[in-house]
């Protein structure tokens, strides 16, 4: 992008927005969180909707001069619903974490109780880590995976709940590989009287294109982000029933926020549009396909993978089987050097610490993106092998970044 006017400003920021271009073209996105959006949802994003408060909702809002906002958020809300097909959305969560605030602020007091996956299992900080609010304000026991298979252990759920008794059971995850059995986790929430919250961040865009079960109609509440597997930009999203709207749309604003990002609910706009095309359910197939054979060439090589594969847009790697005195860190500053951006991650049954945990996580969405297919995704499957396992030979990183050099040539990012 050409930043002219920042650099006329402010040429250290316009430095690091080039840099950061460059970074991007330069290298492969392999953080299962992140993607690339199109230049439209870009530019939606810059736009002078920035400057507009817009407390409120559309046709009610608390400022004048806000025709064009309420145009703006009614046509995010319509795609919305035809993406997802929920009964009522609210667009305005400034992102994935505000969205589930809003759902614990509407249901909960504190005190309350939430049941939701250990954070070390593949759950999120906000379903109820001590370190986030969550943790905090309200009583919070956690489930696993099953240890022997890295599948959700249903019947640990379940026998957990009838004791624990949550207000709220959390579902949905940011480190699961595999399909979520809504409905199986809907039943336990009916026999012990709990709310229901999927927390489908990661998965938006694969639901939105029916590559994996919707949780909407199933569960209470779905929240989600809109700029991890759907490219719409930072941001969140909250879909429930007609019986919640009014107490969601309270806990979003004046509950838990203010002004609502009308820059970035015209990114919404724009992105939603673009996922309600044809061409956005062949990408979501690839997602998952890529996905699938970034595992089999990774078992392939003999990576420990935990449950064994992926049904979804992520693969995690445990490094303790095959590579046992390297942690995640390391390993993922080696691949950084060579030109694979990705992160390390806690495994279930971690034996290190979350600065230094024993896995590494790969997603395929941004590359994906870029256009790469089973044979290209293959292939850097075996470069990430490569580069894990001689992460001190300075001389295969040397090699792997070139060739990383050329398939980011091959398959630009923004023309
Ligand atoms: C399951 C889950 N929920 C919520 C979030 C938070 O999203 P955000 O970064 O938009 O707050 C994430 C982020 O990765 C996530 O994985």
């Given amino acids: 992008m050409d930043y002219e006017q920042v650099r006329a400003v402010d040429p250290a920021v316009a430095d690091a927005l080039e840099g950061e271009d460059t970074r991007q073209e330069e290298t492969l996105a392999m953080i299962a969180s992140e993607n690339h959006v199109s230049k439209a949802v870009l530019e939606a994003q810059g736009s002078a909707l920035t400057n507009k408060y817009a407390e409120g909702y559309p046709g009610k809002r608390y400022y004048a001069g806000c025709e064009y906002a309420d145009e703006v958020e009614e046509l995010a809300i319509e795609r919305a619903t035809e993406l997802w097909g929920a009964e009522h959305v609210n667009v305005q969560p400034h992102s994935g974490t505000q969205a589930n605030q809003a759902v614990y602020f509407a249901t909960l007091d504190p005190g309350d109780k939430i049941l939701s996956l250990d954070l070390t299992h593949g759950g999120h900080l906000s379903h109820g880590h001590p370190a986030n609010f969550v943790g905090q304000f309200y009583e919070v026991e956690q489930y696993e995976v099953n240890p022997e298979t890295g599948y959700l252990d249903y019947e640990g759920l379940a026998e957990m709940a009838d004791t624990f008794e949550p207000d709220m059971i ?8 595999r399909e979520v059995e809504w409905q199986r986790i809907q039943d336990v929430a009916d026999d012990v009287g709990a709310y229901h919250l999927a927390d489908i961040a990661h998965i938006t865009g694969l639901v939105a294109a029916g590559v ?50 009308m820059h970035n609910i015209a990114g919404k706009a ?146």
């Fill in 170 to 177: 959390v579902s949905g995850y940011s480190a699961y590989p």
């Fill in 270 to 415: 724009v992105g939603f549009k673009e996922a309600l095309q044809p061409e956005f359910d062949e990408y979501a197939q690839q997602v998952v396909d890529n996905a699938d054979v970034l595992a089999e060439t990774f078992a392939d090589h003999g990576f420990e993978l935990v449950s064994g594969g992926t049904d979804t847009h992520l693969v995690l790697i445990d490094l303790r089987e095959s590579h046992p005195d390297l942690p995640g860190s390391p390993a993922e500053d080696a691949l950084a050097e060579a030109g694979i951006v990705l992160n390390a991650n806690t495994v279930p049954g971690e034996t290190r610490s979350p600065f230094n945990p024993s896995g590494i996580r790969a997603g395929t969405p941004s590359l994906t993106t870029r256009g790469f297919d089973e044979e290209t995704i293959a292939e850097v499957g075996d470069l990430i092998y490569r580069v894990v396992d001689n992460h001190d030979d300075q001389r295969v990183i040397d090699e792997v970044s070139e060739r990383i050099d050329e398939l980011c040539a091959a398959y630009p990012l923004y023309e």
């Fill in 212 to 261: 994996h079960q919707s949780p909407v109609g199933v569960t209470d509440f779905v929240t989600g982000s809109t700029h991890k597997t759907i490219r719409a930009g930072r941001g969140g999203i909250v879909m429930t029933s007609e019986e919640h709207a009014d107490d969601i749309d309270n806990a979003v604003f004046p509950g838990g926020q203010g002004g609502p990002l």
